[in-house]
């Protein structure tokens, strides 16, 4: 695949979701180092219905979540389905609570 110098950046700042709910059987999705900023673009991710692993790491909205120190408790409250963020096993308050 050829692309011609500065089409690979205007490609990545039009990077979209829309459309990712057809993946109904999509269990892992690795998605790093993209340009997602926001949460409403994020958010799209619970329409997939089996996606258990997500890797995010180097996206705007990853790192500035995890510099506040809250990126995996706003992640996983916005796709709840997440066992697994970025390597790292999700685990539940009421998880927790249980153990």
Known sequence: MF????TEEKFKNKLKLKGIHVMKKLKILYMSNNLVKDWAEFVKLAELP????????????????????????????????????DG?????????EDN
């Open 50 to 85: 089996c996606l258990e692993d997500l890797v995010f790491v180097g996206n705007p909205l990853e790192e500035k979540h995890s510099a506040d120190g809250n990126w995996i408790e706003e992640a996983t409250k916005r796709v709840p389905k997440l066992k697994k963020l």
């Open 88 to 96: 790292t096993p999700v685990i539940k308050e009421d998880e927790e």
């Open 3 to 6: 692309i011609r110098k500065g």
